[in-house]
Structure formats: C-alpha cells, structure tokens
Antibody, heavy 119, light 107 residues
C-alpha cells in the first residue's frame, strides 16, 4: 500500500528554523517525484516545488524560491521541506504528494503537517 | 506563471443535481489539467487527469472535458459525499498552479 506519512504539527516562533518530513513507503521512492503544497488557513492550494529523489533534481515555484528548501534522503525514503527563518505568514498546512512524472498530477498525498508560527 | 480561474467560486446544490464547474487557463495548456476534491480537514484527492481521464476508483458520475484554455468538471448526479471543494491544476509548465477552488455546498 502506497503511503506518505508526514511529521507532526509544529509550533514555532518567528525567526526559528524548521524542517518537516514526508516518508514514502509501498512503492519505489526513487522512481517518483515528491511535491510540496501549501494551504494557508481557509485558503486554496499553492504548488511550492517538487523533487526527484533519484537524483535530487528540484524545481521551485518562483513564489517560494529562496524562501524554502526542498530536499530528499533516498536512503530512508524521506523528503523534506525546510525554512531557515520562519515568518508568521508561513503558518499553514503543508502537504507532500507524489507524482510519477514531473508534469503528471499528484496521485497520493500525505496527511499534512500543520505549521504554526507565532510569537 | 499560468493563471487558472474557476467559476463559480461557490455553488449551492441538492442531492441528485447535475453540477458543472469551469476552469479557465490564462494560456493554452493542451490537456494538461487535473481535478481534485478536498473535504474539510483532509488532503486533496485526485479525481481526473489529462483533462478527461478518470482516476482509478473514482465514481463514474465524475467526468472532465476540455482542452486548450477551457475545461469543465461535471458531476452527473450529486451525492451527499460530493459536498466539498474542487480544485483544478495545470501541468503544462512550471509552476504547476492550482485554481482558486469551487466550494460545493448543500442547498
């Protein structure tokens, strides 16, 4: 069974760093892209970027380039989304999802990680 | 970036109704369009890809059509479990933007 299991909810202060994770199982992790999607409270879905764990090829949305870093450790079938300095505006639910090809839709999604940034 | 608009933003419908949601792209995207359903507190679920191909396990009352810049998602007979928010996504060029969503509510 294909599963993407994300790390738990986080509460952080502005300026702190954070790395959240997404562990894949039930499929060949290095053969699928993993993408990250932001959903701010009460708002729609925003495509942040995507990584191919097989060779770490990564693409970012211009809106998120330089704001976050997407990475993957194929040895443990895990993708990451990280911030070096959080802002209150980073408060959102973050979903990881997989796709077979970079221009195909996300067919399996993680359960989401809620990140709350507040002083 | 390719911009997507959806109409309507909100619709109120009854069980058994035929519902149509439109997604328009700011430039041609061939058939590189997907539709997702999201229920409150849940991750999105893929319904349709390549504009008109039903994802495995999705009921046949859902259908998609269109190409180029205009696309539609149709629910032929709305069921209680279909009350949700629906998003389109273009997969033609980076970044793979989503539409703003259409919330389908109970009349």
């Amino acid at each position: 069974e294909v599963q993407l299991v994300q790390s738990g909810a986080e509460v952080k202060k502005p300026g702190e760093s954070l790395k959240i994770s997404c562990k894949g199982s039930g499929y060949s992790f290095t053969s699928y892209w993993i993408g990250w999607v932001r959903q701010m409270p009460g708002k729609g879905l925003e495509w942040m970027g995507i990584i191919y764990p097989g060779d770490s090829d990564t693409r970012y949305s211009p809106s998120f380039q330089g704001q976050v870093t997407i990475s993957a450790d194929k040895s443990i079938s895990t993708a990451y989304l990280q911030w070096s300095s959080l802002k209150a505006s980073d408060t959102a639910m973050y979903y990881c999802a997989r796709t077979y090809s970079s221009n195909e839709p996300f067919d399996y999604w993680g359960q989401g990680t809620l990140v709350t940034v507040s002083s | 970036d390719i911009q997507l608009t959806q109409s309507p933003s909100f619709l109120s419908a009854s069980v058994g109704d035929r519902v149509t949601i439109t997604c328009r792209a700011s430039q041609g995207i061939s058939s590189y369009l997907a539709w997702y359903q999201q229920k409150p507190g849940k991750a999105p679920k893929l319904l349709i890809y390549a504009a008109s191909t039903l994802q495995s396990g999705v009921p046949s009352r859902f259908s998609g059509s269109g190409s180029g810049t205009e696309f539609t998602l149709t629910i032929s007979s709305l069921q209680p479990e279909d009350f949700a928010t629906y998003y389109c996504q273009q997969l033609n060029s980076y970044p793979f933007t989503f539409g703003p969503g259409t919330k389908v509510d109970i009349k």
